[in-house]
């Protein structure tokens, strides 16, 4: 009797199969949560390396679809779902600049808001890597003044910690200057292991902004108001309180 043929396709009949890679098996899923789950695997991929080189392919074999599929959500491509995974990062991010209860001394409530920006930086790293790192080919107008508007909510929120309704030129500088300066640590912080404790990080951040703001005082009349304001609000225990303690102690 003559042996079955194997069906096209078998193991059998192809040697090589075990060795090609398989796409992910293909799930249909609500349009909202296939829309989010394209938008959080595009920010893993644009994270890990540079946005130009990952491209529709990846994107779909990482989320188990398929090319046609990802353009029936993003039409206009790659660069619509970059900007679409910056406007998801930068959404959240910005949701983290609000303190749940407004208690407690102008630097406890600045290190409150650092402590939720740090928990958002390491529960989301590649988002947060996405949001931040520039210089890729992909950017334009519209992805920079995504991130920009991420960083008017900080100015806006800080101020507002401060008491501040309207700044002027240098201590808008001067709050400015200290967003970029946490920006570059939590990329820093990310890039080198997490060496540092985000608990100690947080604490050293709102250090340095006490330390601009009394170097910026000397020089502009109203951060001097806001500074004298501001401190006259907190308490031994405070972050401003405990620093200015220790810089006394040690003659400064």
């Known amino acids: 009797m003559a042996a079955t ?3 096209v396709g078998d193991p059998v009949d192809d040697p090589t199969a ?14 909202q949560q ?26 779909a074999e990482a989320a188990g679809a398929s090319r046609p599929l990802v353009y029936r959500y993003f039409a206009g ?13 930068a959404s959240e991010l910005t949701t983290r600049f609000t303190v749940e209860a407004a208690d407690g001394t102008p630097t406890q409530q600045l290190g409150a808001v650092l402590h939720r920006y740090f928990d958002f930086v390491g529960e989301h790293a590649a988002g947060y890597g996405a949001l931040l790192r520039g210089g890729s080919v992909v950017e334009t107008a519209r992805t920079s003044a995504i991130v920009d508007d991420v960083r008017r909510a900080a100015l806006r929120r800080t101020l507002r910690y401060l008491g501040v309704r309207e700044a002027g030129p240098r201590l808008t500088l001067l709050v400015r200057s200290w967003i970029s300066v946490v920006e ?8 080198e292991g997490r060496q540092i404790p985000a608990d100690s990080l947080c604490a050293w951040l709102v250090d340095q902004f006490v330390v601009m703001a009394a170097a910026t005082a000397v020089r502009d009349a109203q951060t001097a108001e806001v500074l004298h304001g501001w401190l006259a609000l907190e308490t031994a225990d405070s972050p401003a309180g405990v620093l200015i303690a220790r810089l006394r102690a040690m003659g400064l």
């Open 18 to 31: 075990a060795q090609r890679p398989r796409r992910a098996t293909y799930r249909r899923l609500p349009v």
């Open 184 to 191: 570059a640590s939590a990329i820093s912080w990310l890039d």
């Open 77 to 89: 491509g790659k660069q619509q779902l970059y900007e679409a995974a910056l406007r998801s990062a």
């Open 34 to 59: 296939r829309r989010e789950q394209l938008i959080a695997v595009a920010l893993e991929l644009f994270a890990s390396r540079p946005p130009e080189e990952v491209s529709l392919d990846d994107v």
């Open 5 to 7: 043929p194997s069906p």
